[in-house]
């Protein structure tokens, strides 16, 4: 059987082709967070609608498997997605409540990055979970995730 990291990361013949964020995202809340990433980051809506997108599939796939204890990592782009989600607590807790059963998924940052693989696994995992991965957004793998391993966390 095939670990997470040697799954391809590409969408499944037989189940169809990877799913968006933005099918599950409202609009005027998508556009807001969009809207966030230019403020904050010197990206075009075409590079802030790709960090925004990884960092809602990463945060839904670490609600799918909450409890494994994976230690699911972002790269340090998705990492920015992330914080533009989580930021906006109302939708946040809302996202949760709807995604997370109801439990609020924490998000607890280490200083040190880690170097065990952790991102380029999570990558792997977010394609399993359905969802379209961004490759060259999870290209910092090298430098690995910044995120507390093997909780409830990410």
């Known amino acids: 059987m ?33 809207g966030l990433l230019m403020r904050d980051y010197p990206y075009d809506s075409v590079m802030a609608t790709r960090v925004l997108g990884q960092g809602y599939a990463y945060l839904l796939t670490a609600m799918s498997l909450r409890g494994d204890g994976l230690g699911l990592a972002p790269s340090r782009l998705v990492d920015i ?8 607590t109302v939708a946040y807790a809302e996202l949760c409540d709807k995604y997370n059963d109801g439990h609020f998924l924490h998000h607890v940052p280490k200083a040190e990055m880690k ?17 379209e991965v961004d490759l060259p957004l999870w290209e910092d793998a090298a430098e ?4 507390h391993p093997g909780n409830d966390s990410h």
């Open 2 to 34: 095939a670990t997470a990291a040697e799954t391809p990361v590409t969408a499944d013949p037989v189940t169809g082709p990877a799913r968006s964020p933005r099918g599950i995202v409202p609009a005027d809340l998508w556009e807001k967070q969009v």
């Open 81 to 88: 997605g992330v914080h533009t989600i989580i930021l906006d």
């Open 115 to 131: 170097n065990d693989g952790s991102v380029v696994r999570t990558a792997h995992l977010v394609a399993r979970a359905g969802w």
């Open 144 to 147: 690995c995730g910044p995120c």
